[in-house]
């Protein structure tokens, strides 16, 4: 175990664990991405990464800037179109876990990456929108999220439901019809949520090493569920901060 | 058959005030100096489609040629925002931006259903969003067969489609590999096309995966090498991710951007 470590450091080792060997992830740009390609050189090195822009398998010796920079698709087990890649690989659910960033994020995983500020057509801050997110979220077998906390970042309600969490409680999604379970887990810069099995509402299950509760309860814009057995995650190890430097580096 | 000419004279007879037009490339191949030429001719009232509009769509909307945009995804891949396209929305700079907004799988739908000769196409998607509230080409439908309420998306058929490839010969066939993203259906479902490519050949040598768009279904090929520059062509040259990181500090502040648009047009400032 390492002491020598920083938040984002322990974020990224935290959103790579997640991801178990032998699995398919539809990896967004940027941390998801960072997490999935720590996770292939840590533990998981039969972990497909596939990218929107086409490539599936990709093998990625650095990080990349873009979901499409050359090196995701001459690494690739195979290159094919877009709308090959949400029609044939996505849609019908052939992909286990869809790995998503966000700029807003409610306390049942509903994600926002639209508009800051109620109306859409008068935005305080436009996002870029939605890409591949609203049917990553609905299609994958479950959805993990890695976002900075802070009560900006972690509102009661969304502004703008972009991609879809659990909605407004247990249950929404199967009236839906969605295919995949939704968020299954929310990693950040402090611990761990989960959306608790009785109301889908995001609940801390872990905190990092270090991280007083207060601070996680400070960072959450809503009144933040603690599970009763709160526990505290396993420091990074010198192999994950070695590796994971070395992937920053490359 | 496709026709053998220069990006000025393509863009001069082919893109007109008003057109719908789609410069496709997802992240690799972007047809960035046909953009940039779009820009020098002055064209206005543009509705500009594109999965990603990213730099380009940030030069063009900043330089005022763009009345609509549809889009899926908005920003600077990797880098963060894209601020003309920010400035557009947000304060009508320097002319107001009308919107249409999707996902990439409605995007790639309405492009397959463009090139297919159909009105619309259907995917499962969508379900639960406030995408659909705001944007008229979202509808629910209901399978005819199993009773799923499912999504429609309208096809897309730009006026003009414009992409860039690695090479075509000299009948105007064209050849592109590598991540391909939707440009073969942006060009099929387009009623005008232009191709710019890295390079003219004689003979087009086979190359495994690679698409190949015949030149009856091309309007006009351009030799424009280095065109998807800051983007990349595999087998030519990598992408310049330090340009998209360089970009954020042009495109953020109107004087700057103002700057580097005079020196594109050749404006003394």
Partial sequence: MSTDY??????????????????????????????????????????????ESGCLGAKPSHLPLSIGDGELADTADAVVSVPEVFNYWLQPGRIDVGFLGAAQLDKFGNINTTVIGSDYHDPKVRLPGA???????????????????????????????????????KGDREKLGLPGQGPTLVVTDLGLMRPDPETAELTLTELHPGVELEQAIKATGWTLKVADDLKVT????EQELTLLRELEKA | ?????????????????????????????????????????GRRGLTLVRMTPDIVYDQLIGA???????????????????????????????????I???????????????????????????TGTDLP????????????????????????????????????????????????????????AAKRSIVTVEEI??????????????????TAVAEVPGGAKPSYAAGYYERDNSAYQAWDEVGRDREEFTKWLNELTGVKA
């Fill in chain 2, 1 to 41: 058959m496709a026709e053998l000419l220069s990006l000025e004279e393509a863009v001069g007879r082919l893109v007109h005030d008003g057109d719908t037009v789609a410069l496709e490339g997802f992240t690799h191949l972007i047809p960035v100096a046909a953009g940039q030429e779009i820009i020098r001719q």
């Fill in chain 2, 100 to 126: 249409e907004e999707h996902s990439h799988a409605g995007m790639a739908n309405r492009y397959v259903a463009g090139a297919s000769g159909l009105p619309f196409a259907v995917l499962r998607g969508y």
């Fill in chain 1, 6 to 51: 920083t938040a984002d450091e322990m974020m990224s080792i935290a959103a790579a664990r997640a991801l178990s060997d032998g699995t398919s992830c539809f990896v967004g740009i940027g941390l998801p991405s960072k997490a999935a390609n720590l996770a292939r050189r840590a533990h998981a090195p039969n972990l497909t990464l596939i990218y």
């Fill in chain 1, 131 to 169: 890409g591949g997110a609203p049917e990553i979220a609905a299609s994958c077998g479950e959805v993990f999220i890695v976002l900075r906390q802070s009560p900006r970042a972690f509102v009661e309600k969304v502004d703008f439901v972009t991609s879809f969490g659990h909605g407004s409680g």
């Fill in chain 2, 201 to 218: 050949v004689d003979e087009l040598e086979p190359r495994p995966g690679a698409v190949v768009l015949p030149a009856w279904v091309v």
């Fill in chain 2, 133 to 188: 509230a705001q944007t008229d080409t979202i509808k629910p439908i209901t399978c005819p067969f199993t009773g799923e309420r499912l999504t429609a998306v309208p096809a897309l058929n730009p006026d003009v489609t414009i992409v860039h490839a690695q090479r075509a010969d000299r009948q105007g066939n064209v050849q592109m590999w590598g991540i391909t993203g939707v440009q073969k259906e942006a060009v099929l």
């Fill in chain 2, 64 to 98: 005022g040629c763009a009345s609509k945009l549809i889009f899926s995804w908005g920003g600077n891949p990797g880098v963060g925002s894209l601020h003309r396209f920010r400035d557009a929305v947000q304060h009508d700079w320097p002319v107001p931006l009308e």
């Fill in chain 1, 234 to 237: 396993p420091a990074p190890t």
